[in-house]
């Protein structure tokens, strides 16, 4: 529950203004934070569970790179955005359809 709870406070708030930064300083900035964010955490992950015992608060450490870039609702916004800005109108909604896809499997 704390996890979640973490995982869904700043990026809710950071999703406020990730539409307008990006409109001025460009799309992939927080593509790559948020990309680099899941690295990050999947990389403490893999730490983490090469010991035996560890206090359970630990595990919560994973979710802070994750929370400071944005995580998913950065992400997607970001490739939401970028996708209407480098596609022509006459494969945007393929690309958009296959976005999609990918956020529902996820």
Known sequence: MAKTF???CLPAV???????????????????SSVSG????Y???GILAQFDTIPAIYFLLVTIPTCISGGAV??????FCY????STEKNRGLRYCL?????RKN
């Open 99 to 103: 976005l999609f896809l990918f956020k």
């Open 38 to 41: 899941y690295v990050i955490s």
């Open 74 to 79: 950065a992400f997607f916004t970001s490739a």
């Open 14 to 32: 950071l999703s406020f203004f990730i539409g307008p930064w990006s409109d001025s300083n460009g799309r992939k900035p927080f593509l790559l």
């Open 6 to 8: 973490i995982e869904a």
């Open 43 to 45: 990389t403490i992950w």
């Open 83 to 86: 996708i209407g800005d480098v």
